[in-house]
Each structure stands twice: as structure tokens, then as C-alpha cells.
């Protein structure tokens, strides 16, 4: 079982829906989860970060966060073709609290 | 917003020639970071340093080396550059290693071995 798992892409949603990608991680005492956003060719750019249960919004963008399911989803509200891209879920967790484990990323393609 | 930079952008060079890439970071922070990343691929750690002196191995097993004299600098090294090293190199760097510090993206060296 992967460290930090999300789900499969790639996604497609038209302008203005909301997009939702999801992730789950295996160390339980995992503290904090940072969600990036990586466009073709460049690098991962932080977007959001949540450290509580619960959901964090930052204008278009809500991190969900659920400890007990192991579970932090990020939803994208009136989505933009801007907003295609692979995002990356990064987890760090008890075990290797020193560093960042990443996804393998979901790739979102917001249709106009 | 951070600042982290790194050079070149791109480089494509022939193989058994000697690499080195830049990172340099203008805000201070203790802790940097080298990831291998393939295209569409995954982002792998492959080496990482937490301060002046203090280099380790990432999870990537990686024939690069990595060095660390200044604060703000932290050099990537190919003694031997071969085909199978083609990847682009992502450097990051961190305020802290504790729980609320994100890591921040240099914009990457595309490397291309002949």
C-alpha cells in the first residue's frame, strides 16, 4: 500500500462545475496536508495546506480534512480551463515527520 | 513568496560529461530538498540537507551528489552523465521541518542526456 494514495485521473469536468480529487494516507499520525498544483512542464506550486478536521476554504478552493477516515480531499468550485493541471496531495506524517510524502497526482482537465 | 532559483532551466549535453546543477534560495531556510521527477511521473526524493554540513540520501536511490557549504546553496552533482539520468530535477526549500512548514518549488532543470 502506497504512503499517500489519490485517486485515479485522469479528470474531466465542464466550466463552472465543481471538481473534487481526493486523497488518503496510511500513517495515522500524519499532522499536517498541503495540496499542489503542477502545470505540464513546471513545478508543484502550493496551493492549500490543512492541519484540523474539518474544511478550510481559500477562495474557489476547500481543503476537507478527515483524521479518522485518513482522508483530505481538496474541491474546486466554478471550475476554469486554468485550472487543468495535475494537483499533488502531500502528506507529512508521523514516521517521516522530517519530510514531505507525495501522491502520485490527479491530472484535471476542466472543459470550456 | 518564495524565492528559490535554480539554473539551468534546461540542458542537454552528451553522455560522460560532469553536471552540476544550481539551487539557491534567498530566504534562509535550513531546509532543502532534490526530487527526480518523470514526466507524468511521480515526484521522488532523492536528496535532502538540514543545514550547512548536513546532507542524506532520499528515498531514490540517485548516483547525483549533493553538497551544502552555504545556507542558501545546495549543488547537484552528475560525475558521469548517462541517458538514464534524463529527468527533470525539482529543488525545494522549507522554513522548518516542523508540521505547518509547506515546502516551496524552485522552477526545475530539464535535463536531457544524449
Known amino acids: 500500500q502506497k504512503e499517500v494514495e489519490q485517486n485515479s485521473g485522469p479528470l474531466s469536468v465542464p466550466e463552472g462545475a465543481i471538481a473534487s480529487l481526493n486523497c488518503t494516507y496510511s500513517?495515522?499520525?500524519?499532522?499536517?496536508f498541503f495540496w499542489y498544483r503542477q502545470y505540464s512542464g513546471k513545478s508543484p506550486e502550493l496551493i492549500m495546506s490543512?492541519?484540523?478536521?474539518g474544511d478550510k476554504e481559500d477562495g474557489r478552493f476547500t481543503a476537507q480534512l478527515n483524521k479518522a477516515s485518513q482522508y483530505v480531499s481538496l474541491l474546486i468550485r466554478d471550475s476554469q480551463p486554468s485550472d487543468s493541471a495535475t494537483y499533488l496531495c502531500?502528506?507529512?506524517?508521523?514516521?517521516?515527520?522530517?519530510?514531505?510524502?507525495f501522491g502520485s497526482g490527479t491530472q484535471l482537465t476542466v472543459l470550456p | 513568496e518564495a524565492d528559490i532559483y535554480q539554473t539551468p532551466r534546461y540542458l542537454v549535453i552528451g553522455t560522460g560529461k560532469k553536471i552540476t546543477l544550481e539551487c539557491s534560495q534567498t530566504?534562509?531556510?535550513?531546509?532543502m530538498y532534490w526530487y527526480q521527477q518523470d514526466p507524468g511521473m511521480e515526484l521522488h526524493l532523492i536528496h535532502y540537507?538540514?543545514?550547512?554540513?548536513?546532507?542524506e540520501k532520499g528515498d531514490l536511490s540517485s548516483e547525483s551528489t549533493v553538497s551544502r557549504i552555504r545556507t542558501e546553496h545546495f549543488p547537484l552533482t552528475l560525475e558521469s552523465a548517462r541517458p538514464s539520468h534524463t529527468s527533470q530535477y525539482l529543488c525545494?526549500?522549507?522554513?522548518?521541518?516542523?508540521?505547518?512548514?509547506?515546502?516551496?518549488f524552485g522552477d526545475g532543470t530539464r535535463l536531457s542526456i544524449l
Open positions: 525545494a526549500s522549507s522554513e522548518s521541518d516542523y508540521s505547518n512548514q509547506p515546502q516551496h
Open positions: 490543512i492541519y484540523s478536521n
Open positions: 530566504m534562509g531556510h535550513d531546509k
Open positions: 500513517d495515522r499520525g500524519s499532522q499536517s
Open positions: 540537507s538540514y543545514g550547512v554540513n548536513s546532507t
Open positions: 502531500a502528506v507529512r506524517g508521523l514516521r517521516s515527520a522530517r519530510q514531505l510524502t
